[in-house]
C-alpha cells in the first residue's frame, strides 16, 4: 500500500467582499468600473439529482439487522458516482432540507478539506475547540500509540472483559455493557464503575431505553437528566485517581465545568467502541487466517503492552469498512473558491467518507478486509483513507480509541476462538456495505 495519492490542493479562499453575487461582469469603486474575474457557474444537481442522492445516503445508513441492505447501498454509492461522473469530479450544490450542501466527490478536493484551518472550514460547531480542544489532546495523548495511564487502563479492560466470553456467544448488549463499566473505570475512577443509575442516565441520553415523555416535557426530561448526570460525573471527577482522564485533565487545571463536560464527552466516546469491537470479531471469524495470527499476537503479547500492531491494524481497516462517522461535515467562515467557483459564507461543505475509503476506483481492494494495508508507513497519513480524520480536524482520542478496542480483541481472542457467526459473510466476495451491531451474534469457542 503507498502513501496518498491525492491531486494538488484547490484554489485559495476568497477575500472579503467577495461574495456569490460576483460572477462575470464588473465592479464600482469610487466611481470608476474595474473589471472582475470570470468565474464558473457552480455544478448544482437539479431537484431530482438531489433527491436521489440525499435519500440513497438516508437509506444507506439504515441497515437490516445484521446485514447490509444491499439495493440501498448500492444506491447511494451509484449516485454519488454519477454525480462524480456527470460533473468532472467538481464538488457538487445538493439540495438539502435545511439548504445547499458542497459535496466532495473527487480525491483532489480530500486534501484541501482537510487541510484548511478551522477558520476557512469550521467542523462540528458542537465539537470542543480552542482550549478544550488543547486539553483534550494533552489528556488523551494525541499521536501517542500507547497512552501514559495504559498500565491500569489494561488492568481494568481485563477485569471488564470477562463477561465477553462468559456464556459462549457474544452480543452486543454485553459488549456494551463491558465497555461502559471500562469506561467509567478509565474515565472516572474505579469509584463509578458499579454506578448503574449514571449508566441508565447515560443511556437515556443516548436514547436507548425508556423514552422521555411525550414531545412537549421531552426538552424538559432531557434537561433533567443531563443536569443529573453531570452532578453525578463532576463528582466522581473531582476525586477520580491521577491515572483517570478526569485526574489527569484535573492535573491539567480544568475547570469543574470544563472538566465535567469532557469527562462527559470521553464517556460517550466511549460509547463507539461496542460496535467497532463486534465487528473487528465478526471480521476476524469470516478470515480464519488472519484471526489465528491475531490470536498468536494476543497470546505474545504484541512487542509491549497495549501496543498489539496486528490487532491494532485489523481495528483500523474495521474502522476504514465501516466507519462510525459515515460523512463528514464542515462550514465555510468566509467566502471560499472551489475549482473556480466561489461559494458564500455559510456553506455546508461535505465529504462523504465512507463512499471515499470504499471507492475501487481509488483504494485497491476495497470492499474487503485487507488489514496489511496498515503495516505501510504512510498509510495512517494516506488522504483516501481516514477512520479518525486528518488535520486539524483529526480525532485527538483515536490512539487511545485504538488501544482500548484491540485490547478488548485480544482479551477475547486469547482463549477464545471465533467459530460461528451471524451474519456469515463470504470472505471472497464483497463485504456488506453496512453491519447493524444489533444482528450481530458470535459463537465463542475455548482453543
Known amino acids: 500500500m503507498t502513501g496518498a495519492e491525492a491531486g494538488a490542493a484547490a484554489g485559495s479562499g476568497a477575500g472579503p467582499g467577495s461574495g456569490p453575487g460576483s460572477g462575470r461582469g464588473a465592479a464600482r469603486t469610487a466611481g470608476v468600473r474595474t473589471a472582475v474575474a470570470p468565474y464558473a457557474p457552480p455544478a448544482r444537481t437539479g431537484r431530482a439529482e438531489s433527491v436521489r442522492a440525499l435519500a440513497a445516503r438516508a437509506l444507506s445508513a439504515r441497515a437490516l439487522p445484521g446485514f447490509a441492505r444491499p439495493r440501498a447501498a448500492h444506491t447511494s454509492t451509484a449516485a454519488l458516482r454519477d454525480l462524480r461522473e456527470r460533473h468532472g469530479g467538481a464538488p457538487v450544490l445538493v439540495r438539502g432540507p435545511s439548504g445547499p450542501v458542497l459535496v466532495i466527490l473527487d480525491p483532489q478536493d480530500m486534501r484541501r478539506f482537510y487541510a484548511e484551518p478551522a477558520g476557512v472550514l469550521a467542523p462540528d460547531p458542537c465539537a470542543p475547540g480552542g482550549e478544550r480542544r488543547r486539553l483534550g489532546a494533552e489528556v488523551l495523548a494525541a499521536g501517542t500509540p500507547v497512552h501514559p495511564s495504559h498500565g491500569p487502563f489494561l488492568a481494568a479492560l481485563a477485569e471488564e472483559a470477562r463477561p465477553l466470553t462468559a456464556t459462549g456467544t457474544l452480543r452486543i448488549a454485553t459488549a456494551r455493557r463491558a465497555v461502559a463499566r471500562a469506561g467509567r473505570r478509565i474515565v472516572l475512577g474505579d469509584a463509578a464503575a458499579g454506578d448503574e443509575e449514571l449508566a441508565g442516565w447515560l443511556r437515556r441520553l443516548r436514547g436507548e431505553g425508556d423514552a422521555m415523555g411525550p414531545r412537549p416535557t421531552r426538552a424538559r426530561a432531557v434537561r ?11 463528582r466522581y471527577a473531582a476525586h477520580a485517581e491521577p491515572h483517570t482522564l478526569a485526574g489527569l485533565a484535573r492535573r491539567a487545571a480544568a475547570g469543574p465545568d470544563d472538566l465535567a463536560g469532557q469527562a462527559y464527552r470521553w464517556l460517550r466516546a466511549m460509547d463507539t467502541v461496542p460496535a467497532t469491537l463486534l465487528r473487528t470479531l465478526l471480521l476476524l471469524g469470516a478470515h480464519p487466517g488472519e484471526q489465528e495470527a491475531a490470536g498468536a499476537e ?11 500492531p496486528r490487532l491494532r491494524a485489523c481495528v483500523r481497516e474495521t474502522l ?30 461535505l465529504l462523504p467518507a465512507l463512499f471515499h475509503q470504499r471507492d475501487p476506483e481509488h483504494v485497491p481492494a476495497a470492499h474487503a478486509f485487507v488489514p496489511c494495508r496498515w503495516s505501510d508507513r504512510g498509510a495512517d497519513r494516506d ?4 477512520p479518525f480524520g486528518h488535520g486539524a480536524g483529526r480525532c485527538p482520542g483515536d490512539q487511545l480509541g485504538l488501544l482500548v478496542t484491540a485490547a478488548l480483541c485480544a482479551e477475547v481472542l486469547r482463549g477464545h476462538r471465533v467459530t460461528g457467526t451471524r451474519p456469515v459473510l463470504d470472505p471472497l466476495g464483497p463485504l456488506p456495505a453496512t453491519l447493524d451491531p444489533q444482528g450481530i451474534r458470535l459463537t465463542l469457542t475455548r482453543r
Open 224 to 234: 433533567a437528566v443531563q443536569e443529573r448526570a453531570t452532578a453525578r460525573i463532576a
Open 298 to 308: 494476543a497470546r505474545a503479547g504484541g512487542g509491549g503492552p497495549g501496543e498489539l
Open 320 to 349: 476504514r469498512l465501516y466507519p462510525v462517522v459515515p460523512d463528514l461535515i464542515r462550514v465555510t467562515r468566509a467566502a471560499t473558491e472551489w475549482r473556480g467557483v466561489r461559494y458564500p459564507a455559510g456553506t455546508s461543505v
Open 383 to 386: 488522504i483516501r483513507m481516514a
